[in-house]
């Protein structure tokens, strides 16, 4: 069982960063992939980026390729998104999901957080 807590969300302009967390309970987290997902107003669920358990491979949507950076720090059973040179249209509740296979599909990530709020001003 893994619960995961998400935390750095807020409202910036058009341009600058932000740095979202994901605080992971459970002894097993380093075992897992863990995925970033964002979901806009009307829109349905999207992957954004992911990261295997060691932390050696990711691999980013198109949309945020050259502007997102995932991490992990198993140590601290924390998984990270950092978001530079944001725009509107980033403007959605950040999920991260924990799961077993390095896929974009969100029904195969297993657990999942309440999500937090990023709103990108113009």
């Known amino acids: 069982q893994v619960q995961l807590v998400e935390s750095g969300g807020g409202l910036v302009q058009a341009g600058g960063s932000l740095r979202l967390s994901c605080a992971a309970s459970?002894?097993?987290?380093?075992?897992?992939?863990m995925g970033w997902f964002r979901q806009a107003p009307g829109k349905e669920r999207e992957f954004v980026a992911r990261?295997?358990?060691?932390?050696?491979?990711?691999y980013y949507a198109d949309s945020v390729k050259g502007r997102f950076t995932i991490s992990r720090d198993n140590a601290k059973n924390t998984v990270y998104l950092q978001m530079n040179s944001l725009k509107p249209e980033d403007t959605a509740v950040y999920y991260c999901?924990?799961?077993?296979?390095?896929?974009?599909?969100?029904?195969?990530?297993?657990?999942w957080g309440q999500g937090t709020q990023v709103t990108v001003s113009s």
């Open positions: 999901a924990a799961g077993r296979l390095a896929t974009m599909r969100d029904r195969q990530y297993d657990y």
């Open positions: 459970g002894r097993t987290f380093s075992t897992y992939v």
């Open positions: 990261i295997t358990w060691s932390g050696g491979t990711t």
